[in-house]
């Protein structure tokens, strides 16, 4: 078990700053995720706390131990890849004792070990085939067994669910869920996938060029974000950003759109604003706040008349584009709400949690 701490860090991989003075504090046993678009430097930050890369600045500190001089097999980490490259030659059994038995730990104590993370992983049947027999996800179950019989500190996994099929992916990503429940090690986790790091994370770390732009628990990341950097990464589809205007009207406000239609705020969100008038603001509405109107509005839900674009159909839920104040948006409506492109639609749009956001310096101002 262990805790981890970093400040401080840097690393440059040649003109590229990769990762720009990260703070960072991981409680032992939290399921932290390192979440961010692609070159963020997740896999960077992850690799330094492994000890693959070197900081060029800043304290890495596991257990309360400075481990900048420590090398990789020093720390007591166990890491799973993306490529979780088995060896093909030996049994899904000798794959997992691997790391064991390079370390010269007793057979009798091998063989508890692998029969113990087996029957976690739901693999007891495999242990004597070759990973060419296997499927991809149950392949993926003898890399994470691999990791887990080495009674780590600390389990890093980078991206281990990226080669698998959809339906796969939801599976094991449920198992890595409950496997952490049991075994309750601290586990930092990369991903570019939202979904999995909301469905996953105790503590979600959004990175971007380097830097944490935000963290948090999922949740709050989700409803409060700070940028809108944040509030259009996490969510799917993506929240609506459409630009306006703002407008206070005595104690009111709206916001205006270029289009000449406007939105009517809730008092709450309008009041610590007062001062803003004429204001250029980009206004985030997510697709889950559109509805089908119907029967009397709620405060702070507004009435809006729109015609159906694209009617893309999950099952549950039909995510339709609209135009909004001259953008595209995509409301999520229920699966029957709408059946035709063209159609006339009346929605309602709760406006209660609009986040509102400064166009030039991307912050969420209300
Ligand atoms: N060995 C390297 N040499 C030079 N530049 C590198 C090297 N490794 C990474 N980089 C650069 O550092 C930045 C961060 O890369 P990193 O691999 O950490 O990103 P990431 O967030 O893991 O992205 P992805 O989601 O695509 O895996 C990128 O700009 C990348 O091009
Ligand atoms: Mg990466």
């Given at each position: 078990m262990a805790d981890v701490k970093l400040s401080g860090v840097h690393k440059y991989y040649g003109n590229v700053h990769a990762v720009r003075g990260v703070d960072l504090t991981i409680a032992d046993g939290e399921f932290a995720v390192l979440v961010g678009p692609s070159g963020c430097g997740k896999s960077t930050l992850l690799r330094t706390i492994a000890g693959l890369e070197d900081p060029d600045g800043g304290t890495i500190t596991i257990a309360g131990a400075v481990v900048n001089d420590l090398r990789p097999r020093e720390r007591n980490i166990a890491m799973v890849f993306q490529n979780y490259a088995l060896y093909p030659y030996l049994t899904v059994s000798e794959n997992i004792a691997f790391g064991l038995r390079a370390r010269k730990t007793p057979e009798i104590e091998i063989r508890k070990r692998v029969s113990e993370a087996a029957e976690m992983l739901g693999i007891g049947n495999f242990l004597q085939r070759y990973p060419r027999q296997l499927s991809g996800g149950q392949r993926q179950r003898v890399a994470i067994g691999r990791a887990i019989v080495r009674k780590a500190d600390l389990f890093l996994f980078d991206e281990?669910?990226?080669?698998?099929d959809a339906q796969l992916r939801d599976e094991m990503r449920t198992e890595i869920k409950r496997l952490h429940h049991e075994i309750t090690t601290t586990m930092i986790y990369v991903t570019h996938d939202q979904v999995e790091a909301m469905t996953l994370a105790d503590r979600i770390v959004l990175l971007r060029d380097g830097n944490i732009e935000q963290q948090g628990a999922p949740l709050e990341l989700f409803e409060q974000p700070r940028t809108g950097f944040v509030a259009g990464f996490l969510g799917s589809p993506s929240i609506n950003l459409i630009p306006a205007t703002f407008r206070t009207n005595g104690p009111g406000a709206a916001v205006v759109f270029q289009t000449g239609g406007e939105l009517t705020l809730p008092s709450a969100k309008a009041r610590p604003l007062a001062n803003m008038d004429g204001r250029d603001i980009l206004v985030g509405i997510r697709p889950q706040h559109f509805s089908r109107a119907g029967g009397p509005l709620r405060e702070g839900v507004v009435p809006y008349s729109a015609t159906a674009d694209l009617i893309q159909p999950t099952g549950t839920r039909t995510f339709t584009t609209i135009r909004i104040g001259g953008t595209d948006a995509v409301a999520e409506l229920q699966a029957h709400d709408v059946s035709s492109h063209g159609e006339r639609i009346d929605l309602a749009i709760d406006l209660n949690r609009v986040v509102l956001i400064d166009p030039a310096s991307g912050l969420v101002i209300a």
């Open positions: 281990p669910l990226s080669n698998l």
